[in-house]
């Protein structure tokens, strides 16, 4: 089955730097990629995602890139704001398993974000 | 994004009593919602596969007669956590998954709940 692995665990930025965690995934017919934030004592949230057919996709601060190729794909936070301390997940997704295809989710990467 | 709604947000049972929680998909409808379980400071494990109108499929070691799940409507999934212990508290969310064919469609999650058997 797939395999996520997510670094790093911990990631410690000043606000207004930009933050990078990087995913890598086994199953080469994962095509489908999501990011969720999940802030303390709450469920994860849905923040951007990408398909295997396009490189890059942003949305205002937030930007994901993949590399079919290498089987990776990251998060770039830009601009980075206290409110963005969280955890976040990175998942993949193979289409092989039909209407019962699951996400296969990272190990996460708690983010801090200092004044 | 699409609202996934989860009830109760926290509960607190004696060791031997059932606890069922519910997951609301508020403004879409779902065929397919999962249920998970997350550990302190750990990723989400799924427990479960719970398909509208059939029978939940469940994730290996986990044990179907004690995770009791039903999806009896496009809206509404049920998990219950039948003769609760102490190893059973945990943090259980579901997800809805909203559109797309075969597998497909993006993920929504509820807020969780949070259970503690005493």
């Known amino acids: 089955g797939e395999n996520v692995e997510q670094h790093p665990s911990t990631l410690s930025v000043q606000e207004g730097d930009s933050a990078v965690i990087k995913c890598t995934y086994s199953?080469?017919?994962?095509?489908?990629f999501p990011w969720y934030k999940q802030e303390l004592g709450k469920g994860p949230q849905l923040i951007i995602d990408i398909r295997s057919n396009v490189g890059e996709k942003k949305d205002q601060r937030i930007a994901v890139t993949l590399n079919k190729t290498a089987k990776h794909f990251s998060l770039h936070i830009t601009e980075t704001q206290p409110e963005d301390s969280a955890v976040y997940f990175c998942a993949a997704r193979s289409p092989l398993g039909g209407t019962a295809s699951k996400l296969t989710f990272g190990t996460g990467t708690r983010l801090q974000v200092t004044l | 994004g699409a609202v996934v709604s989860q009830h109760p947000s926290r509960v607190i049972c004696k060791s031997g009593t059932s606890v069922k929680i519910e997951c609301r998909s508020l403004d879409f409808q779902a065929t397919t919602m999962f249920w998970y379980r997350q550990f302190p400071k750990q990723s989400l494990m799924l427990m479960a596969t719970s398909n509208e109108g059939s029978k939940a499929t469940y994730e290996q070691g986990v044990e179907k007669d004690k995770f009791l799940i039903n999806h009896a409507s496009l809206t509404l999934s049920t998990l219950t956590v039948t003769s609760a212990h102490p190893e059973d508290s945990s943090f259980y969310i579901c997800?809805?998954?909203?559109?797309?064919?075969?597998?497909?469609?993006?993920?929504?999650f509820g807020e969780g709940s949070r259970l503690t058997v005493l």
């Open positions: 997800s809805a998954r909203r559109g797309g064919l075969l597998g497909g469609g993006e993920l929504f």
């Open positions: 199953d080469s017919a994962s095509n489908y």
